[in-house]
């Protein structure tokens, strides 16, 4: 995503996303996704706080990328799974493993993190869902399409645009103003 649009996202959610290093490429996807995952983030922080989990505790968001042509977002839980083990050892080790579960698209399979909190990890995959019928590069919900050789998620404004360039986009090809995200950088919420 767009270099100004990753800086106000960590902006505004800053306990989710404290693991800057450990995200060192930001948001990998284009600035379509950018309400899709502002609203998943404020959506998880209201469900973290509705549980009364202090946010020492939140999980930490460690990737958030474009995968096979929808949106993957990756949190690690933070607190101790096993509260017989409930030391600072214990902490660390889960915050560095959290749970792994396995994913499979088409004939492909891998293992993701996912959050033991059920209803985060609900949250999250509906937005992954979600993330199918939205333009990656504009936003836009209107006549999707998924093709090529290299599977994306456009709709058919972008779609078009993409299959009349003679080459392979260069970057700033994908970067498109996005309404809301500009709001927000006027209002500097
Ligand atoms: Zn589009």
Known sequence: MEKRYNALLF????VLLRDREGMPFGFEHA??????????MTDLESLLRERGVSEAFWPRVVQVKEKFGTLRFYVRDMFPL???EDDAEGDEITGL??????EKVG???????????????????RAEEESADLCERCGSADGLLRRGGWVHTFCDACEDL?????????RD??????PDAEALLRQNK
Request: hydrophobic content about 45%.
């Open 82 to 84: 096993n509260s017989a």
């Open 97 to 102: 493993l959290g749970r792994l579960a396995m």
């Open 31 to 40: 600035n379509g996704w950018f309400v899709l995952v502002d609203q998943l």
């Open 11 to 14: 902006r505004r959610h800053p």
């Open 107 to 125: 004939a492909m399979c891998s293992l993701r993190p996912v959050s033991e909190i059920p209803a985060i990890a609900e949250r999250i995959r």
């Open 162 to 170: 993409y299959q009349a360039a003679d080459t392979y986009p260069d």
């Open 173 to 178: 090809w994908i970067y498109v103003p996005i």
